[in-house]
């Protein structure tokens, strides 16, 4: 079963914990998409009814409004009933790297107004411990950011600027992204605390602490983990 299969499981399963009337959030990324297409296809059967969403990035926005689907704003609605999002790294306490797709600093403002956060990946992306698999994107302001990136090196990191067709690759916000290669993640949420300390660094690719639900799927079907 190849891995594009997998997602479309993931985040197709996973479009059955939104109910009519909620506001939920729109995940970005090659897994939440098909979460998104799936709830679309139930307002079209009429299967729910009365959703609200608000998207973690413009392409996000771009493809629910094509959907279908009725959009809003943090604004409008600062509470979130449920997300629907990927990860590119999950480790066994429910910690999580995200940002491979440039949305990480739009889908932490979304998890953190959210109620009930839910992953969704395929087998692979699931790991014993966070930076095995996976470079910890850091979003940083354009100004400056040489000094962030010895900042980062300083921390122990490998650190590539993320580009795109040639130029960097730049966020929704203007921001540009360093992919920081730390190894296996001791204490996740201490490089937390420390990120966040720094100024000029706009956000980070570690969630700690904010999937209560984490959709598994593999070659042996569906796996829904909870977090106790």
Same mark, same amino acid.
């Given at each position: ?13 996973? @479009?059955?914990?939104?109910? #009519?009337?909620? &506001? ?8 939440? %998409? ?12 009429? /299967?729910?009814?009365?959703? *609200?969403? %608000? +998207?973690?990035? !413009?392409?996000?926005? @771009? ?5 279908? *689907?009725?959009?809003?704003?943090? =604004?409008?609605?600062?509470? *979130? ?5 990927? @990860?590119? =790294?999950?480790? !066994?306490?429910?910690?999580? *790297? ?8 739009? =889908?932490? %403002? ?7 956060? &839910?992953? &969704? ?5 699931? #790991? !014993?411990?966070?930076? &095995? ?30 580009? #795109? ?13 360093? /992919?920081?290669?730390?190894? +296996?993640?001791? /204490? ?19 969630? %700690?602490?904010?999937?209560? /639900? ?15």
């Amino acid at each position: 079963m190849n891995t594009q299969t997998l997602k479309q499981q993931a985040g197709e399963y996973a @479009a059955q914990f939104v109910k #009519s009337g909620m &506001v939920i959030g729109l995940g970005t990324g090659s897994t939440a %998409i098909f979460a998104t297409r799936r709830i679309a296809q139930r307002l079209h059967d009429r /299967d729910l009814r009365d959703i *609200i969403a %608000i +998207p973690t990035s !413009r392409a996000t926005q @771009a493809d629910a409004r094509e959907l279908g *689907i009725s959009l809003s704003t943090l =604004e409008r609605h600062a509470r *979130i009933d449920l997300t629907i999002d990927g @990860a590119d =790294e999950v480790d !066994r306490a429910f910690n999580l *790297i995200k940002g491979g797709g440039g949305a990480l600093l739009r =889908e932490k %403002i979304v998890a953190q107004a959210t109620e009930r956060l &839910v992953i &969704v990946v395929d087998e692979s992306k699931r #790991s !014993r411990q966070l930076g &095995v698999n996976w470079a910890v994107p850091v979003e940083v302001f354009p100004f400056g950011w040489h000094s962030q990136a010895r900042f980062l090196r300083d921390l122990g990191a490998g650190v590539a600027l993320r580009n #795109s067709g040639g130029d960097p690759f730049q966020t929704d916000q203007g921001n540009i992204i360093l /992919d920081c290669d730390f190894g +296996p993640i001791a /204490d996740p949420a201490a490089l937390d605390k420390t990120l966040k300390s720094r100024a000029g660094i706009a956000e980070h690719g570690l969630f %700690i602490g904010m999937a209560r /639900d984490v959709i598994v799927a593999g070659a042996d079907g569906i796996r829904h983990l909870r977090k106790s």
